[in-house]
């Protein structure tokens, strides 16, 4: 599968791909096309202050919790799930299913648990706004 790279952050491990070249690389262009539209996309959304949100965990269940921002990156608290290695790069939902942020895990031991965390990245902080613009929920 090809895709091309959109934007990359490697400070807070957020990259985002997009569809090849439909001229240069027209077959590959159709099976990324084939690919994404199998699937629902998860829109973007502005983070609220503070609310409640998702986590993914590792065993692929979802669990509760509470995130919080300052103007800057997402922390969250009372994580059902639990944050551990290996689940950096996991979206964060609002309550309603939107995509706020993702899970940076940085440190830890294999099977440490934590409630809480951060900061993690904000996809409407970190995120380039031409990017946004048309990725944002409307």
Same mark, same amino acid.
């Given at each position: ?38 699937? !629902?996309?998860? $829109? @973007?959304?502005? =983070?609220? #202050?503070?609310?409640? *949100? ?5 065993? +692929?269940?979802? %669990? ?23 689940? !950096?790069?996991? $979206? @964060?939902?609002? =309550?309603? #299913?939107?995509?706020? *942020? ?5 440190? +830890?031991?294999? %099977? ?27």
């Amino acid at each position: 599968m090809w895709a091309e790279c959109r934007f990359v952050d490697h400070v807070n491990d957020i990259a985002v791909l997009g569809s090849p070249d439909d001229q240069d690389l027209a077959q590959e262009a159709r099976r990324y096309a084939a690919l994404t539209q199998a699937v !629902s996309p998860v $829109p @973007i959304a502005q =983070a609220p #202050g503070r609310g409640p *949100g998702w986590l993914l965990g590792l065993d +692929g269940q979802w %669990g509760r919790c509470a995130v919080q921002h300052l103007g800057g990156g997402l922390w969250i608290s009372d994580a059902a799930t639990g944050i551990a290695p290996g689940m !950096s790069g996991s $979206p @964060i939902l609002t =309550a309603d #299913g939107a995509a706020i *942020g993702v899970v940076s895990v940085s440190g +830890g031991t294999e %099977g440490e648990m934590r409630t809480e965390g951060g900061p993690n990245p904000r996809l409407t902080w970190h995120l380039p706004a031409g990017l946004l613009s048309v990725m944002l929920r409307r």
